[in-house]
């Protein structure tokens, strides 16, 4: 049996990591979130938090941590 990536041709693409993703429309930057984060992938500016998809493990730490609940580890 051959994968869809060998019958076409095109790379294998390696499996998405989950990440946390801030909702901007919950977020009141509040900061609650980026002390918790045990790779310190969250950055909150003046108006929204923003995870750094690079950095972020997604271990969900920060879900809990967010009193709007507009953080979600997809």
């Given at each position: 049996?051959?994968?869809?990536?060998?019958?076409?041709?095109?790379?294998?693409?390696?499996?998405?990591?989950?990440?946390?993703?801030?909702?901007?429309?919950?977020?009141?930057?509040?900061?609650?979130?980026?002390?918790?984060?045990?790779?310190?992938?969250?950055?909150?500016?003046?108006?929204?938090?923003?995870v750094?998809?690079?950095?972020?493990?997604?271990?969900?730490?920060?879900?809990?941590?967010?009193?709007?609940?507009?953080?979600?580890?997809?």
């Amino acid at each position: 049996m051959t994968s869809e990536a060998e019958s076409t041709g095109a790379a294998p693409q390696p499996e998405r990591q989950a990440i946390a993703r801030v909702a901007p429309h919950m977020c009141d930057a509040c900061g609650l979130c980026a002390p918790i984060c045990p790779s310190q992938a969250i950055t909150v500016g003046q108006f929204i938090a923003e995870v750094d998809a690079d950095v972020c493990t997604g271990c969900g730490a920060c879900v809990p941590a967010c009193p709007k609940a507009a953080i979600v580890v997809m």
